[in-house]
């Protein structure tokens, strides 16, 4: 039986803490501005600005930010055909098969060259979308409107989650179309088919739907490795 009263108290409390990080954001740079500064050289507030525009940007997205998160830290991307999980934070000492990536407060950056950060949402539902902001990326055509990619994620355990399993969500065929996901022009991103998805619910019934690509529908894993400290 649904709880009514206790479904509101948690929709206040998660509303109350996004108003919370809007307004936060806001103060923080109207302060910023307020230095008349052209750029961020020599200020350690100008990372703390993009950081805190990620924080609002992700409540704006396509899927709905879930309360349970993934464990901030180092985490590895390991290939489908990667067997060995990384067994501390010395990178050099990693299989080829993972890669590495740092997660904190909502962003995900790759820590290999080209280094790329992500504003990052976990959503709700079954399964779990990733969503990626693809703005920033070196990838991005920014004469496109490829504003986000996605993978689906299955967690394995509690949250914080600190393990699943993942596969990037791809373009549906263009024999089987999807409600509300219409086919791009232009190949924005490497390796994966582009195209635009009008809601959440569009992407996560693709991610439903195999490619029929034996190999693109390998799954890979995301572990956590270590802290951030």
Known sequence: MVNTAEHLAAARATLNARCNTVEEAYEFML????????????????????????????????????KEQLKPGLWALMAPDCTTVPANGSIPDWPNCAMPVWIQKQRLTFVMPPVNHFNLVVSDGDPR???????????????????????????????????????????????????????QTSNAVAD????????????????LIPSGDKDKDKDGHAVWIADLN
């Open 129 to 183: 979308i990733l969503q990626f902001e693809m703005r920033e990326s070196t990838s991005y055509d920014k004469t496109k409107n490829l504003n986000y990619a996605y993978w689906q994620f299955r967690p394995e355990g509690v949250a914080p989650y600190v393990r699943g399993i993942v596969r990037p969500i791809r373009c549906p065929d263009a024999a089987k179309p999807i409600a509300g996901i219409s086919a």
């Open 31 to 66: 302060a910023y501005a307020g230095q008349g500064l052209t750029s961020d050289a020599g200020s350690s507030k100008g990372a703390q600005v993009r950081e805190y525009l990620g924080e609002a940007y992700v409540i704006q997205g396509k899927t709905t930010q879930a």
């Open 192 to 207: 994966i088919g582009t195209c635009l998805a009008a809601t959440g619910g569009a992407v996560r019934q693709a991610a």
